[in-house]
Each structure stands twice: as structure tokens, then as C-alpha cells.
């Protein structure tokens, strides 16, 4: 419920802005890799994931946007004897699942290199906010953590417009949140791909 609750805040920030300008929505499949801390609680590469992206060009090389994605991480750990699980002081035997749900909201600006072409290259740069949610179930047992992060985004990437009003895009971004609690500092770098359709 409450992530149904930051996708309808997300959904009408969205429809402030394209009334900036010339709008877009852009819907994209994420896939991520983990990084860092990341990696060191999940190092599974995660298919599961997806974004949503609307703005308005501010000029021909310039758009301004607002941001909600998701990515899910996990991994089930086989059958064994783990000792201080996650930090904790727990000695257990048995089969262990770990998840990293993590939900960016993030203001996105984005440069374009070649405005009058139809594949338009970009530099971009987000800045927000992620909640990140760890959690890891052993038996009867779960150890869980809910945080609000500080975060930031470098990305490239390009859109190939097939028609007037649609495109293809591709994005690869550095995501990195700051420690917040007791959850480390978090990255991932995520491969994205999807469709931009273009509002008049």
C-alpha cells in the first residue's frame, strides 16, 4: 500500500511537469547490477524491474522530468550453518532468501547532443531520493530494514525515433544512494530500455 501511495504522488508530480512544455512518457524494462554493498548482500544480477520517466523539453537540447522506477534483487542461499546473520548476533542452520527492493524518485534532467537527428543522443543526471527495503527470511525468522536515501544518478544513452510521436531509447545509469540508518551506501549500475512517446 504505501508503494501504491509514492506511484499515485509520482503520477501527479508527472502530469505538473509535461504542462511545462512539450511533453514525453517514457516506460522502460530495468535490469541492474549490483555494486558495492549491493553486491555484497545480493551479487545476482536483477531481471526484475521497470521505470516510468514523464517530462517536458525545455528547449531543442534540453528536458526536465520526474522520475519512478523499481528494481528487485534476490537470491536463496542453499541449505547451511550461517553465523551473525546481516549483523545480527544469529547462529542458524537452514536454507536462507535475501531481497533488496529498491524505488528511486528522482527529478531528471537530460542534455541532447544531436537534437535534429533521428537518433538523438543524451547525457543525463538524476537526483532524488531512494527507499531501499533489505530483507532476509531464515525459517521463522526475518530481519528487516526500511530507509529513505539521499541519491544520485549519472547517465547516457539515446532515443531513435521510428515515428513523430514514438521512439525507441536505451539508457545506462550509475545509481548511488548514501547511507541512511543502518543500511550502507548503495549502488548498482542498471541497463535500461523501453519507449518514449511524445506529447505535442
Known amino acids: 500500500m504505501k508503494n501504491l501511495r509514492y506511484l499515485v504522488l509520482s503520477l501527479a508530480l508527472f502530469s505538473g511537469i509535461i504542462t511545462l512544455g512539450q511533453g514525453y512518457v517514457t516506460t522502460t524494462y530495468n535490469v541492474a547490477l549490483p555494486l558495492g554493498n549491493t553486491k555484497d548482500f545480493i551479487d545476482k544480477t536483477s531481471p526484475r524491474g521497470f521505470g516510468i ?6 528547449n531543442d537540447n534540453v528536458s526536465l522530468g520526474l522520475e519512478f522506477s523499481w528494481n528487485g534483487f534476490y537470491k536463496e542461499y542453499d541449505y ?14 537452514g536454507r536462507m532468501w535475501r ?5 528511486p524518485l528522482m527529478g531528471v534532467v ?3 547532443l544531436n537534437s535534429d537527428s533521428d537518433f538523438e543522443a543524451f547525457l543525463g543526471a538524476g537526483l532524488g531520493t531512494f527507499i531501499i527495503n533489505k ?3 531464515f525459517g521463522l525468522y526475518t530481519l528487516e530494514d526500511h530507509q529513505w536515501h539521499f541519491a544520485l544518478y549519472p547517465e547516457v544513452g539515446f532515443i531513435y525515433w521510428f515515428s513523430d510521436a ?3 531509447t536505451f539508457n545506462t545509469r550509475y545509481n548511488w544512494a548514501a547511507k541512511s ?10 541497463f535500461n530500455f523501453g519507449f518514449v512517446f511524445y506529447s505535442f
Open 99 to 103: 531481497y533488496t527492493n529498491v524505488y
Open 135 to 137: 530483507r532476509t527470511d
Open 181 to 190: 540508518g543502518d543500511i550502507d551506501a548503495q549502488s548498482n549500475l542498471g
Open 53 to 58: 520517466e514523464a517530462g517536458a523539453w525545455l
Open 80 to 93: 547451511d550453518t550461517y553465523y551473525n546473520i546481516d549483523g545480527s548476533t544469529l547462529t542458524l542452520s
Open 166 to 168: 514514438a521512439g525507441f
Open 110 to 112: 537530460k542534455y541532447y
